[in-house]
Each structure stands twice: as C-alpha cells, then as structure tokens.
T-cell receptor
Framework: LAKTTQPISMDSYEGQEVNITCSHNNIATNDYITWYQQFPSQGPRFIIQGYKTKVTNEVASLFIPADRKSSTLSLPRVSLSDTAVYYCLVAVSGGYQKVTFGTGTKLQVIP | DSGVTQTPKHLITATGQRVTLRCSPRSGDLSVYWYQQSLDQGLQFLIQYYNGEERAKGNILERFSAQQFPDLHSELNLSSLELGDSALYFC?????????????FGPGTRLTVL
C-alpha cells in the first residue's frame, strides 16, 4: 500500500484559498488519489478523487503532477465551516481494496 | 445523510463484556468497511466485506470479528472488551462503479468501556 504524508495541521483565514499537499512517493500505477473531510464525531465525507492532472468539482480541485508522487487539494475561499480534518488516501479503485487513512491534516479556519 | 445507518449510536459497557455493532449499507452497495477511531487518532481500517465475503483485513484484533449477512447488513462483534477498545466505530459502504470509488460513512457508534 502506498504510504501518504501530509501536514499535521494548517491555519487559514476565512476567504482565502487553502492548498493541502500530500506526498505518496510509492504510488502504484493503478492507484487513485482520494480526499475525505471529517468533522468531529462524524464519519468522513468524500470530497474528490483523481488519477492524474486536474480534477475539479463544486467544492474543491485536485492537482496531480505527471509523476503522481504528490497531490494538492485546493479549497477555494474557505469559510469557518471548512474547519475539519482532511485525509489523503491512495488506493486501487474498485470493490476489493484496503483503504488506509492516515492522521490527516487538521485545518483551522480563522475569522 | 449518507444513507448508511449504524446502531446503536452510543454503547457503554464494562471490561470483559461482548458487544455487537450493526451497520446497514446504502441501498445497492455491496461493500461494507469497518473502521476504528480512537480519541484524536486517524481511522484504522479493520475489515471489509463484499457481497457476504471477507475481502480485506486490516489491524483487526482476534477478539473482534465481523460478518455480512445475505441482506448485506453487517455486524461487528467485539469480545473480552478492554479499556483501550473505547473508540468511535464507523461503518462505510461503497458500490465502486467504474473508476470512481467513494465510501459513504455512517454516523458511527461510540463505544465506552468502563
């Protein structure tokens, strides 16, 4: 399984763009990169997933360079409600996999 | 609301006891995952079932066991409970359609072992 490394915590002011980078040096050819968000005492929630280049949805963008050894989750114009833990996962897409969550990045949005 | 339900929401028990946590996946999802999250810790993957069969195993203790029934609901059994088993236990389900794999998490069961 590919191991991921991401910052333990980050602070940001409201309205700013936040970029959280995840390193996954030993990512395999079939691995996808997925990000989840978790609020205290709640289950994680899927944010975005990608394989290469850039993926954008209504809440975030995911940038993946050509070597795929890292990825960056970009949250535009964060608000206080974006304060949460963000997990970067690397796993093979499909029904049969062992997904490993690390300790994530605790994002604190400051008013 | 993710569509995944877990019961009970809270469980308080004593050391040495046995408990059963229940999970109902989203309609149509065949995969069920169990995770443990201790205080201020990341989620630890325990086990995965797909359509009734065990598919992947993580750091699940021998005192813990799980199964997925024909109606696809799943149960996690924890026995000989210890203080350190106190944690949030999450269940997630997925259908894994095509190249997108998204897990939908339930609200969790908070287990307190006294």
């Amino acid at each position: 399984l590919a191991k991921t490394t991401q910052p333990i915590s980050m602070d940001s002011y409201e309205g700013q763009e936040v970029n959280i980078t995840c390193s996954h040096n030993n990512i395999a050819t079939n691995d996808y990169i997925t990000w989840y968000q978790q609020f205290p005492s709640q289950g994680p929630r899927f944010i975005i997933q990608g394989y290469k280049t850039k993926v954008t949805n209504e809440v975030a963008s995911l940038f993946i360079p050509a070597d795929r050894k890292s990825s960056t989750l970009s949250l535009p114009r964060v608000s206080l409600s974006d304060t949460a833990v963000y997990y970067c996962l690397v796993a093979v897409s499909g029904g049969y996999q062992k997904v490993t969550f690390g300790t994530g990045t605790k994002l604190q949005v400051i008013p | 609301d993710s569509g995944v339900t877990q019961t009970p929401k809270h469980l308080i028990t004593a050391t040495g006891q046995r408990v059963t946590l229940r999970c109902s996946p989203r309609s149509g999802d065949l995969s069920v995952y169990w995770y443990q999250q201790s205080l201020d810790q990341g989620l630890q993957f325990l086990i995965q079932y797909y359509n009734g069969e065990e598919r992947a195993k993580g750091n699940i203790l021998e005192r813990f066991s799980a199964q997925q029934f024909p109606d696809l609901h799943s149960e996690l059994n924890l026995s000989s409970l210890e203080l350190g088993d106190s944690a949030l236990y999450f269940c997630a389900s997925s259908v894994a359609v095509g190249g997108v794999h998204e897990q939908f998490f339930g609200p969790g069961t908070r287990l307190t072992v006294l």
